[in-house]
Protein backbone atom coordinates (compact mmCIF):
# COMPACT_ATOMS: atom_id res chain seq x y z
CA UNK A 1 0.00 0.00 0.00
CA UNK A 2 1.57 3.80 -1.05
CA UNK A 3 3.22 5.29 1.91
CA UNK A 4 3.64 2.36 3.91
CA UNK A 5 6.94 1.93 5.41
CA UNK A 6 8.63 -0.93 3.24
CA UNK A 7 10.36 -2.32 5.90
CA UNK A 8 7.12 -3.35 7.70
CA UNK A 9 5.75 -4.14 4.22
CA UNK A 10 8.19 -7.19 3.66
CA UNK A 11 7.87 -9.14 6.79
CA UNK A 12 5.72 -11.83 5.87
CA UNK A 13 4.74 -15.50 7.68
CA UNK A 14 7.49 -17.60 6.37
CA UNK A 15 6.58 -21.55 6.95
CA UNK A 16 9.47 -23.43 5.13
CA UNK A 17 12.81 -22.74 6.65
CA UNK A 18 16.48 -24.47 5.25
CA UNK A 19 17.79 -26.57 8.12
CA UNK A 20 20.80 -24.68 8.88
CA UNK A 21 20.94 -23.45 12.57
CA UNK A 22 20.55 -19.65 13.06
CA UNK A 23 23.37 -18.29 15.88
CA UNK A 24 22.27 -17.65 19.23
CA UNK A 25 23.38 -14.44 19.02
CA UNK A 26 21.57 -13.57 16.10
CA UNK A 27 18.54 -14.68 18.18
CA UNK A 28 19.23 -13.02 20.97
CA UNK A 29 19.20 -9.48 18.56
CA UNK A 30 15.51 -10.40 17.78
CA UNK A 31 14.62 -11.17 21.52
CA UNK A 32 16.65 -7.45 22.24
CA UNK A 33 14.46 -6.15 19.62
CA UNK A 34 11.13 -7.45 20.65
CA UNK A 35 12.13 -6.58 24.64
CA UNK A 36 12.03 -2.79 22.74
CA UNK A 37 8.10 -2.77 22.49
CA UNK A 38 6.18 -0.58 24.79
CA UNK A 39 4.69 -2.37 28.06
CA UNK A 40 1.84 -0.93 30.64
CA UNK A 41 3.73 1.58 33.37
CA UNK A 42 7.16 0.43 32.17
CA UNK A 43 6.50 -3.10 33.43
CA UNK A 44 8.11 -5.44 30.43
CA UNK A 45 5.78 -8.48 31.41
CA UNK A 46 7.10 -10.53 28.74
CA UNK A 47 10.16 -13.50 29.44
CA UNK A 48 11.60 -15.19 26.13
CA UNK A 49 12.57 -18.58 25.91
CA UNK A 50 14.68 -19.71 23.00
CA UNK A 51 14.30 -23.19 21.47
CA UNK A 52 17.01 -24.50 19.07
CA UNK A 53 17.85 -28.07 20.28
CA UNK A 54 16.12 -31.01 18.61
CA UNK A 55 14.48 -32.73 21.55
CA UNK A 56 13.44 -29.81 23.58
CA UNK A 57 11.71 -28.65 20.23
CA UNK A 58 10.04 -32.01 20.23
CA UNK A 59 9.10 -32.19 23.78
CA UNK A 60 7.49 -28.72 23.38
CA UNK A 61 5.24 -29.90 20.07
CA UNK A 62 4.44 -33.40 22.16
CA UNK A 63 3.30 -31.36 25.36
CA UNK A 64 0.83 -28.96 23.54
CA UNK A 65 0.01 -31.99 20.85
CA UNK A 66 -1.04 -34.07 23.98
CA UNK A 67 -3.11 -31.52 24.95
CA UNK A 68 -4.48 -30.62 21.66
CA UNK A 69 -5.31 -34.28 21.10
CA UNK A 70 -7.70 -34.38 24.29
CA UNK A 71 -9.09 -31.34 23.06
CA UNK A 72 -9.97 -32.57 19.95
CA UNK A 73 -11.25 -36.06 21.34
CA UNK A 74 -13.85 -33.40 23.09
CA UNK A 75 -14.80 -31.63 19.93
CA UNK A 76 -15.43 -35.22 18.63
CA UNK A 77 -12.95 -35.12 15.57
CA UNK A 78 -12.15 -38.51 13.85
CA UNK A 79 -8.99 -39.94 15.41
CA UNK A 80 -7.17 -40.19 11.60
CA UNK A 81 -7.83 -36.33 11.48
CA UNK A 82 -6.16 -36.06 15.06
CA UNK A 83 -3.40 -37.70 14.04
CA UNK A 84 -3.00 -35.70 10.58
CA UNK A 85 -3.48 -32.40 12.41
CA UNK A 86 -1.49 -32.83 15.33
CA UNK A 87 1.62 -34.87 12.99
CA UNK A 88 1.45 -31.45 10.67
CA UNK A 89 1.53 -29.28 13.67
CA UNK A 90 4.84 -31.45 15.20
CA UNK A 91 6.34 -31.14 11.83
CA UNK A 92 5.95 -27.48 11.68
CA UNK A 93 7.93 -26.98 14.91
CA UNK A 94 10.50 -29.65 14.42
CA UNK A 95 11.28 -28.19 11.29
CA UNK A 96 12.15 -25.01 12.27
CA UNK A 97 15.90 -24.59 12.88
CA UNK A 98 14.39 -22.09 16.29
CA UNK A 99 11.46 -21.22 18.04
CA UNK A 100 11.30 -18.01 20.40
CA UNK A 101 8.50 -18.56 23.13
CA UNK A 102 6.99 -15.46 24.05
CA UNK A 103 5.51 -15.94 28.26
CA UNK A 104 3.64 -13.71 30.15
CA UNK A 105 4.56 -12.99 34.20
CA UNK A 106 2.79 -11.21 36.21
CA UNK A 107 5.97 -10.00 37.84
CA UNK A 108 5.55 -6.16 37.34
CA UNK A 109 1.77 -5.53 36.65
CA UNK A 110 -0.66 -4.13 38.74
CA UNK A 111 -2.77 -6.14 40.90
CA UNK A 112 -6.22 -4.95 41.56
CA UNK A 113 -9.12 -6.86 44.28
CA UNK A 114 -11.73 -7.26 41.14
CA UNK A 115 -11.77 -9.95 38.28
CA UNK A 116 -12.56 -7.05 35.92
CA UNK A 117 -9.52 -4.91 36.30
CA UNK A 118 -7.27 -7.67 36.80
CA UNK A 119 -8.32 -8.98 33.28
CA UNK A 120 -7.91 -5.52 32.23
CA UNK A 121 -4.27 -5.74 33.16
CA UNK A 122 -3.16 -8.85 31.67
CA UNK A 123 -5.02 -8.02 28.38
CA UNK A 124 -2.27 -4.74 28.99
CA UNK A 125 -0.07 -7.61 29.17
CA UNK A 126 -1.25 -9.29 26.24
CA UNK A 127 -1.04 -6.58 24.14
CA UNK A 128 2.22 -5.47 24.86
CA UNK A 129 3.69 -9.10 23.62
CA UNK A 130 1.43 -8.24 20.78
CA UNK A 131 3.80 -5.26 19.69
CA UNK A 132 6.89 -7.52 21.30
CA UNK A 133 6.41 -10.27 18.61
CA UNK A 134 6.12 -7.66 15.57
CA UNK A 135 9.50 -5.99 16.95
CA UNK A 136 10.68 -9.20 17.19
CA UNK A 137 9.32 -10.38 13.21
CA UNK A 138 10.37 -7.16 12.11
CA UNK A 139 13.84 -7.44 13.28
CA UNK A 140 13.79 -11.13 11.63
CA UNK A 141 12.46 -9.64 8.40
CA UNK A 142 15.69 -6.95 8.50
CA UNK A 143 18.29 -9.58 9.43
CA UNK A 144 16.75 -11.58 6.47
CA UNK A 145 15.45 -14.36 8.98
CA UNK A 146 12.19 -15.76 8.06
CA UNK A 147 9.33 -16.02 11.06
CA UNK A 148 5.75 -17.14 12.01
CA UNK A 149 3.83 -16.94 14.81
CA UNK A 150 2.43 -19.89 15.87
CA UNK A 151 -1.00 -19.81 18.21
CA UNK A 152 -0.61 -22.99 19.52
CA UNK A 153 0.68 -22.01 23.30
CA UNK A 154 -2.11 -19.67 23.99
CA UNK A 155 -4.59 -22.18 24.16
CA UNK A 156 -2.06 -24.46 26.18
CA UNK A 157 0.14 -22.02 28.07
CA UNK A 158 0.54 -24.78 31.11
CA UNK A 159 1.12 -27.57 29.05
CA UNK A 160 3.89 -25.33 27.42
CA UNK A 161 5.62 -24.33 30.10
CA UNK A 162 5.39 -27.84 31.67
CA UNK A 163 7.02 -29.66 27.96
CA UNK A 164 10.06 -27.18 29.03
CA UNK A 165 9.87 -26.84 32.51
CA UNK A 166 9.76 -23.52 32.75
CA UNK A 167 9.00 -21.29 35.64
CA UNK A 168 5.16 -21.70 37.57
CA UNK A 169 4.75 -18.15 36.47
CA UNK A 170 6.01 -17.67 32.98
CA UNK A 171 3.13 -18.91 30.86
CA UNK A 172 3.41 -19.33 27.27
CA UNK A 173 1.35 -17.15 24.57
CA UNK A 174 3.27 -16.52 21.52
CA UNK A 175 5.57 -19.13 19.55
CA UNK A 176 7.70 -17.57 16.56
CA UNK A 177 9.28 -20.07 14.35
CA UNK A 178 12.52 -18.65 13.26
CA UNK A 179 14.80 -19.74 10.53
CA UNK A 180 17.09 -19.01 7.19
CA UNK A 181 13.47 -19.15 4.49
CA UNK A 182 13.32 -22.02 2.32
CA UNK A 183 13.85 -20.17 -1.07
CA UNK A 184 10.87 -22.18 -3.27
CA UNK A 185 8.67 -21.07 -0.39
CA UNK A 186 6.27 -18.08 -1.87
CA UNK A 187 3.96 -16.36 1.01
CA UNK A 188 -0.32 -16.11 -0.37
CA UNK A 189 -1.11 -13.03 -2.14
CA UNK A 190 -1.29 -10.40 0.77
CA UNK A 191 -5.03 -9.55 -0.41
CA UNK A 192 -4.96 -5.63 -0.70
CA UNK A 193 -5.70 -3.18 2.60
CA UNK A 194 -9.65 -2.37 2.70
CA UNK A 195 -8.96 0.91 4.55
CA UNK A 196 -12.35 2.45 4.36
CA UNK A 197 -13.80 -1.13 5.58
CA UNK A 198 -11.37 -1.02 8.70
CA UNK A 199 -10.84 2.57 9.50
CA UNK A 200 -13.52 5.24 10.51
CA UNK A 201 -13.17 8.94 11.64
CA UNK A 202 -14.48 9.74 14.53
C1 LIG B 1 -1.87 -14.42 17.03
C2 LIG B 1 -1.48 -15.04 15.71
C3 LIG B 1 -1.51 -16.41 15.59
C4 LIG B 1 -1.08 -17.01 14.40
N1 LIG B 1 -1.05 -18.37 14.33
C5 LIG B 1 -0.59 -18.97 13.22
C6 LIG B 1 -0.48 -20.39 13.19
O1 LIG B 1 -0.80 -21.09 14.16
N2 LIG B 1 0.02 -20.95 12.08
C7 LIG B 1 0.42 -20.21 10.99
O2 LIG B 1 0.88 -20.78 10.00
N3 LIG B 1 0.32 -18.85 10.99
C8 LIG B 1 -0.18 -18.22 12.08
N4 LIG B 1 -0.25 -16.85 12.13
C9 LIG B 1 0.21 -16.06 10.98
C10 LIG B 1 -0.97 -15.52 10.16
O3 LIG B 1 -1.57 -16.58 9.46
C11 LIG B 1 -0.42 -14.45 9.20
O4 LIG B 1 0.11 -13.39 9.96
C12 LIG B 1 -1.49 -13.91 8.28
O5 LIG B 1 -1.91 -14.91 7.39
C13 LIG B 1 -1.00 -12.70 7.46
O6 LIG B 1 0.13 -13.05 6.67
P1 LIG B 1 1.50 -12.26 6.80
O7 LIG B 1 1.97 -12.42 8.22
O8 LIG B 1 2.43 -12.90 5.79
O9 LIG B 1 1.24 -10.82 6.48
C14 LIG B 1 -0.68 -16.21 13.28
C15 LIG B 1 -0.68 -14.82 13.43
C16 LIG B 1 -1.07 -14.24 14.61
C17 LIG B 1 -1.03 -12.75 14.75
Not at 130 to 149: I, K, R
Amino acid sequence: MAGVPAFIEARRSIRAFRPDPVPRVDLDRLVAAACLAPAPHHSRPWRWVVVDSPDRKAALGRGMGDRWRRDLEGDGVTTARIDELIGASHRKLTGAPALVLGCLTWEGLDRYPDEERQRAEWGMALLSLGAAVENLMLAAAAADLASCWVAAPIFCPAEARDALDLPDDWLPHALVLVGRPDPAYTAPMRPPVPLDDLRAFA
